[in-house]
């Protein structure tokens, strides 16, 4: 139904508001089980983005850590190595 919530901690550079909207509609998606709420549910599930959305931001925001920033380049690249090794290699087919 929705893809996986990305972490947005401790990244240079840090999570655009974009990012964390986009992880609060999934999350907001993956609670309520739909994409798309009724017209009766657009309201709530449009607060409850708006609502996430700014927890998420207060959160990011209020973290501290001493950790170095992650370089969201090599993180890409270990999820996609962690991808490959789970799934396996697919070998192309011809049509």
Do not use: W
Request: charged share 30%; aromatic share 4%.
């Amino acid at each position: 139904m929705c893809r996986n919530i990305r972490v947005l901690h401790n990244f240079e550079p840090p999570a655009t508001d974009d990012e964390i909207e986009a992880a609060a509609i999934q999350y907001v998606r993956k609670v309520s089980g739909t994409t798309r709420p009724s017209a009766a549910n657009a309201e709530a599930f449009d607060e409850a983005i708006r609502a996430v959305t700014a927890a998420t931001r207060t959160l990011l925001d209020s973290l501290v850590t001493n950790a170095p920033p992650r370089d969201r380049e090599v993180e890409a690249a270990k999820a996609k190595a962690r991808a490959a090794e789970r799934y396996g290699h697919r070998p192309a087919t011809s049509g």
